[in-house]
Nanobody, 120 residues
Framework: QVQLVESGGGLVQPGGSLRLSCAAS????????MGWYRQAPGKEREFVAT???????NYADSVKGRFTISNDNAKNTLYLQMNNLKPEDTAVYYC??????????????WGQGTQVTVSS
């Protein structure tokens, strides 16, 4: 019912920047929250950042001051600006959303993930 597609991942040197995007589509009436999680090889998926409809944001301690989450409500698109990247930021980054559909059903969705590799 709701599809999420991430883009913007890639290979970057330590100290560099990347901007991830996540486009939501489908039977969307209202997006309540959107967020980013990541999963490094051999580790569990972990929370990165979230934004609530209305603009309130929350970040994991490990990315505070370096990452910025934002969204464009008109485009149903979520962004993650990542600055001063570190090798430990290497992971597959997943977009997630909690959405009220046009049928007034609350749906949780995940994207397929985009790889971010920080290496010299």
């Amino acid at each position: 019912q709701v599809q999420l597609v991430e883009s913007g991942g890639g290979l970057v040197q330590p100290g560099g920047s990347l901007r991830l995007s996540c486009a939501a589509s489908g039977s969307i009436w209202k997006i309540r929250t959107m967020g980013w999680y990541r999963q490094a090889p051999g580790k569990e998926r972990e929370f990165v950042a979230t934004i609530i409809n209305g603009g309130s944001t929350n970040y994991a301690d490990s990315v505070k001051g370096r990452f910025t989450i934002s969204n464009d409500n008109a485009k149903n698109t979520l962004y993650l600006q990542m600055n001063n990247l570190k090798p430990e930021d290497t992971a597959v980054y997943y977009c997630t959303a909690e959405t009220l559909t046009t049928a007034a059903i609350l749906v949780g969705s995940w994207g397929q993930g985009t790889q971010v590799t920080v290496s010299s």
